[in-house]
């Protein structure tokens, strides 16, 4: 054993030993490269995530205050720090696996970012199951730029493969290592303190808060920064949320105070007792509608429809990161969709009351939900299902050896699914939707029909014209079919998109073109909202409005109880009978005329009140909110 005199030099060497080696792994040469390269990827991709599509740089938006550059430098020492746990012989391929775990990560970032506006997510976990069949989609987010965060790892790869018997004069370093993680952590519990609770720092300087805008948030903690708080954060929305007590009764005013109450007009149950066909169009966007290329209609079918339709043309999608599956839900829930991943992955299993199946059941209707592909896709069939249809169709119960892109082509689909309709007892609500328009836009040479100009031709917005056209002709062909066996003259046709397509994914390419028309260049995230019967005289309605608005639209015009589709848990409201103009976008943008200042506050809280309900299950039990 030790004697006294021998414990206390040792204690007293000890902290030099440590700083020894904190030294050394600091001055190692590897570790001050790799850290060199991260924080100029770090600063390329913030500068590049400034652009909407991360394909430029817009310098206004660069920078919400000024960065906390020590935060930068500490998160991703931390991170390198594992590289000195190795030993020589592999202690410089350990940063160069780091610096690539790092530049995977920062260009799936990009990537989610030029399809979703947002970044990666752990909810994204639950959502492996759609990467079947996506694989062109996702290649399409590609952008040039992309490869300067390569070039580094080709440049050192081919260094180590050279010099390989070459190892480095650094060794095994794992006390140098744990110091320099030891530190860091220190480091970012000081910059917290000061920065987030004390607030001495610069104008709207945060570390770990999270900010309205994910731009910022990683712009204050880097990449590697910005996925440890999310883990942080997702660990904490996975709790279920308690909706009680001051707040449970301030959703309740709130919910209710947006409620009108005006009398019934003309459209108060005119469809009564009808079939109800809802078809949510992949990519559908409003620019297209009664448009022409070269003399060619896009959507001649559809056009035709409007002639006996009632047109809202001031409607836009409310999706978030659940892309299609956000329009599932939004439609027939009247709900907004959870703010962090997306909802029919996290709350698979949540009941809503007052569902447009439910209320369409309550009505006496037979309900069929149809996918043409996998009911695991988005989790669709389990939520369809809660959501409260009776029957529900996926790729399983049809034949889906006509493909294109994603799945089954349209073709095949809607004249297998137009033979389901004619079993069908009435009355029915039948939901579907359409698949092959969904992006990259890339349709099989045979399946074009429009004739397009040379600057069109090749590129995705002609790509989505002719998708476009095609799923408008068989949708076409549908209604000829059902017209022909009697169902379509019993039958009101509700169609809708279920969010943007080329603006959502290519408006930076559409930006770059030359020689479009003016009409085909902007969209802003407006979808089409089409509601056809043969009876209906056509109207075109400009109100602002969105997907949450269709459920109790639709309920008004079949006339169910208004208990049901004006209840506090739709948070929709009636397009066909109302005196506000407005809508939400999922990006919290508010448009609107003549809104009070209250109700406008009361209107951009919604997406957050939803949330909520729906992280606490409230949709089933009315009571939680309506008692």
């Known amino acids: 054993m030790l004697n006294y005199k021998e414990e206390i030099v040792i204690k007293e060497k000890l902290p030099l030993r440590i700083k020894k080696k904190f030294i050394e792994g600091v001055k190692n040469k590897d570790f001050l490269i790799t850290l060199g390269i991260l924080l100029i990827k770090s600063l390329i991709f913030i500068m590049l995530i400034s652009d909407d599509k991360a394909n430029g740089v817009n310098f206004k938006q660069v920078f919400y205050s000024m960065p906390p550059f020590l935060v930068w430098i500490t998160v991703n020492s931390a991170f390198l720090s594992l590289g000195l746990f190795f030993n020589e012989k592999v202690q410089k391929w350990a940063f160069w696996t780091l610096n690539l775990l790092f530049t995977l990560i920062v260009i799936g970032d990009m990537w989610y970012f030029r399809s ?33 965060f390569l070039i580094d790892l080709v440049i050192i790869a081919f260094r180590n493969i050279r010099f390989r018997n070459n190892y480095t004069k650094y060794k095994r370093n794992v006390i140098g290592g744990l110091a320099i993680l030891i530190v860091s952590l220190i480091y970012l519990g000081y910059a917290r303190v000061k920065i987030d609770i004390k607030k001495v720092s610069f104008e709207n300087q945060y570390v770990f808060v999270k900010s309205w805008a994910p731009n910022q948030t990683m712009s204050n903690l880097t990449p590697i920064g910005y996925h440890l708080f999310d883990a942080y954060n997702f660990y904490e929305q996975s709790k279920p949320y308690i909706l009680e007590g001051e707040e449970l009764e301030n959703v309740k005013e709130t919910l209710s105070s947006l409620k009108e109450n005006n009398p019934d007009n003309e459209y108060s149950g005119i469809m009564k007792d009808k079939n109800l066909l809802l078809i949510q169009w992949e990519s559908l966007e409003t620019f297209i509608v009664n448009q022409k290329v070269d003399g060619q209609e896009i959507t001649p079918n559809l056009n035709k429809l409007l002639n006996n339709s009632l047109y809202f043309d001031n409607f836009y999608e409310q999706t978030h990161n659940g892309t299609s599956s956000d329009a599932e839900l939004i439609i027939n829930t009247s709900a907004f969709p959870v703010r962090e991943g997306a909802t029919f992955f996290r709350y698979p299993s949540n009941t809503y009351d007052y569902s447009l199946p439910n209320i369409f059941e309550n009505m006496g209707y037979t309900t069929l939900a149809s996918h043409p592909d996998q009911g695991s896709y988005w989790n669709w069939l389990i939520n369809l299902k809660s959501i409260g249809y009776d029957t529900t169709l996926d790729s399983t119960d049809y034949d889906t050896s006509d493909r294109i892109n994603l799945g089954v082509s349209d073709k095949s689909y809607l004249k297998q699914f137009g033979d389901r309709l004619k079993e069908l007892k009435d009355p029915f609500l039948a939901y579907t939707i359409t698949l092959t328009s969904h992006s990259p836009f890339e349709m099989p040479s045979d399946e074009k029909e429009l004739i397009l100009p040379s600057n069109l031709e090749g590129t995705k917005l002609g790509g989505y014209f002719h998708s476009i056209h095609y799923t408008d002709k068989y949708l076409g062909e549908l209604f000829d079919d059902l017209s022909e066996s009697g169902i379509l003259d019993n039958t009101v046709v509700a169609i809708y998109g279920d969010h943007e397509g080329v603006h959502k994914f290519y408006d930076d390419e559409i930006a770059n073109m030359k020689n479009l028309e003016p009409w085909m260049e902007v969209n802003n995230r407006k979808i089409p909202f089409v509601i056809y019967n043969k009876d209906i005289e056509g109207k ?71 949330d909520k309900m729906i992280r606490g299950n409230y949709y089933r039990n009315e009571a939680g909110i309506n008692e």
Not at 573 to 586: A, F, G, P, Q
């Open 116 to 148: 979703n506006a947002v970044f990666l997510n752990y909810h994204m976990f639950k959502m492996t199951s759609n990467l079947d069949n996506l694989g062109s989609s996702i290649i399409s987010m590609f952008r040039m730029v992309d490869i300067l």
């Open 540 to 610: 075109t309605f400009s109100m602002h409005g969105g997907q949450v608005d269709i459920l109790p639209t639709l309920a008004y015009l079949f006339g169910a109880a208004k208990e049901e589709y004006s209840s506090p848990l739709t948070l929709g409201r009636n397009l066909l009978n109302t005196n506000k103009d407005y809508v939400i976008l999922s990006t919290r943008t508010l448009l609107q005329n003549g809104l009070s200042e209250e109700d406008q506050n009361k209107v951009e809280s919604l997406l957050d009140i939803s």
